[in-house]
């Protein structure tokens, strides 16, 4: 069995990372592409790298060492929760690969422990960006014995089990309950999101909390207990972290043998379980019931526009995935404002530990929000294998294209009108200031609608075997994300260099340069032959 676990792990991989695209593609231009999407991963994981490190350099000057690993791996915990939560069901009960691998000579038990090892795998990295430049400055500075090495490197490659396993749980079970519901996808996209604004609450009050005490306690210069303090925080919130650091520091093999336990025995379990149904899961996931209730009524003509339109919204709410990603950030969006509107700027701000940004940079805080949620950069690529029919209707390009748009403007302009109105109520600026937090965060709404289309033009991805892939995964979203931040940090920058009577001569520059540059980008991309794609 293990393998046909290691075949199908190392299919699967290779088709998320396009290695074997890289390799014997003939391709120039997609493997062009790829190479580029490698550079930004690597690129990611070298800042994620360096800010781990100085973090651990600068806990090291506080003397607040022993805090370093509790914090790391809880933190490292819950983002892998939050991340492996939106996607393990659809992966774990995928039954478009289903079918495909139900009818190889393969075990159902290969298939979930294959899929289950492809979401470790791709966790494991980010642990290891993370701890291993924490460790190694951690071991610079402290010289600990060989224990300390033993155990934090395997205990890094423990760290993703338990976090994985709940979240599969969780995803294995709303896929299992929404399966037999009629509006399945919305239910699972509402309750994710309410996960996710709760999960998020949680930390930030928690934090803000630990913040406060911290701060009464440093001006009183007593670090160690500082240090007491948030590491008895860090294990009251996530036990398995003080398991973890109680074994790197004070060298407990019992606090490591509890640390494997707890880490390695759910894993199991969960996967035993799960092979054990898993047949029954999936053939229950593809049953529909048909019902005998159509009745012929009246046919109703519409627009091209207007049809291409209703069709990319029925696509985009098709996909829980989908939504997901595009849409929490805009409700994220609406919940900041209504935190800045009940506790105030100045209070958001030192929750989140931004002091200053709010004021003074909102409407292009608002603008990297409205960067990041664009359905656009992905809309092309879920056409899938189905491309083809689209592009062979005698249909233009700017029809098939607009209705694209018009689909990331209904997800987030509903958001974006609501921010600006509870914020005009919440924050006391100049009129222009006022005019700015409507403006820019609209402006750049626009051109990543339009910029998204560009770029998934130029990335595309139809071969895919999971939404998620794309979603998540694909060139094109990485270099939206890469390019979302960039165009908005810039002005960030200009306007804290800047005196502040220029403020408003900065921002508007920006306003005009944005507004540009899409209507650049839109004829650009009416004139693309969409055969050619």
Avoid at 208 to 236: C, D, K, R, V, Y
Avoid at 290 to 318: C, D, I, M, P, T
Avoid at 386 to 394: F, H
Avoid at 424 to 451: D, E, N
Wanted: hydrophobic fraction near 55%.
């Amino acid at each position: 069995m293990w393998r046909e676990v290691r075949l199908l792990t190392s299919v699967s991989l290779r088709n998320i990372w396009g290695v074997n695209q890289i390799r014997f593609s003939g391709d120039k231009k997609q493997k062009r592409r790829l190479l580029l999407l490698l550079v930004t991963y690597v690129l990611l994981g070298v800042i994620l790298g360096g800010y781990a490190g100085g973090l651990s350099y600068g806990l090291i000057l506080l003397g607040m060492e022993r805090v370093l690993p509790s914090y790391l791996p809880a933190v490292l915990s819950l983002l892998i929760f939050f991340f492996t939560a939106f996607k393990a069901g659809s992966i774990l009960f995928d039954t478009v690969t289903y079918e495909m691998l139900i009818a190889l000579p393969v075990r159902p038990a290969a298939i979930v422990l294959s899929r289950f090892l492809n979401m470790y795998v791709q966790n494991i990295g980010m642990c290891l960006i993370i701890m291993l430049p924490a460790a190694s400055v951690y071991a610079w500075f402290l010289k600990p014995g060989l224990w300390f090495y033993f155990s934090m490197i395997l205990g890094t490659f423990l760290m993703p089990f338990l976090p994985m396993t709940a979240a599969c749980a969780i995803g294995a079970l709303a896929t299992a309950v929404s399966s037999r519901i009629k509006y399945r996808n919305m239910i699972n996209v509402v309750l994710t999101i309410t996960l996710t604004i709760g999960f998020l609450v949680l930390v930030t009050a928690e934090s803000a909390a630990l913040e406060a005490e911290g701060s009464i306690l440093q001006n009183a210069e007593m670090l160690g207990e500082i240090a007491a303090m948030l590491e008895q925080g860090i294990g009251s919130i996530y036990f398995p972290a003080k398991w973890f650091s109680r074994a790197v520091v004070d060298s407990s093999t019992a606090a490591f043998a509890g640390f494997f336990t707890i880490s390695v025995v759910p894993a199991a379990l969960f996967v035993s379980l799960v092979q054990r149904y898993f047949k029954k899961i999936c053939e229950a996931l593809r049953a529909h019931k048909a019902q005998g209730n159509y009745a012929l009524q009246e046919l109703k003509g519409r627009s091209q526009l207007r049809a291409l339109y209703q069709k990319e919204v029925k696509r985009y709410f098709a996909s829980g995935i989908y939504v997901m990603n595009t849409l929490i950030g805009y409700i994220l969006m609406v919940v900041l404002a209504v935190s800045i509107l009940v506790a105030g700027v100045e209070e958001v701000e030192r929750m989140l530990g931004l002091p200053g940004v709010m004021s003074r940079f909102l409407p292009l805080v608002l603008a990297l929000v409205s960067s990041m949620g664009s359905t656009t950069v992905s809309s092309i690529s879920m056409e899938g294998k189905q491309w083809w029919l689209t592009k062979s209707l005698p249909l233009t390009t700017a029809q098939i294209l607009d209705s694209k748009i018009l689909v990331n403007l209904t997800v987030a302009l509903p958001c974006l009108v609501l921010t600006d109105l509870i914020l005009m109520i919440a924050v006391k600026t100049t009129f222009l200031g006022y005019v700015w937090i409507f403006v820019i965060p609209f402006a750049y709404l626009l051109l990543f609608s339009v910029l998204g289309i560009t770029i998934n033009l130029k990335m595309p991805l139809f071969d895919w075997e999971s939404e998620a892939v794309v979603v998540k995964q694909s060139g094109a979203v990485v270099v939206s994300m890469m390019t979302g931040m960039i165009s908005t940090i810039l002005p960030m920058v200009l306007v804290l260099v800047l005196p502040r009577r220029l403020t408003d001569v900065c921002l508007g520059a920006v306003t005009v340069l944005v507004l540009a540059v899409t209507a650049v980008l839109y004829r650009k991309n009416r004139r693309v032959d969409l055969r050619k794609i």
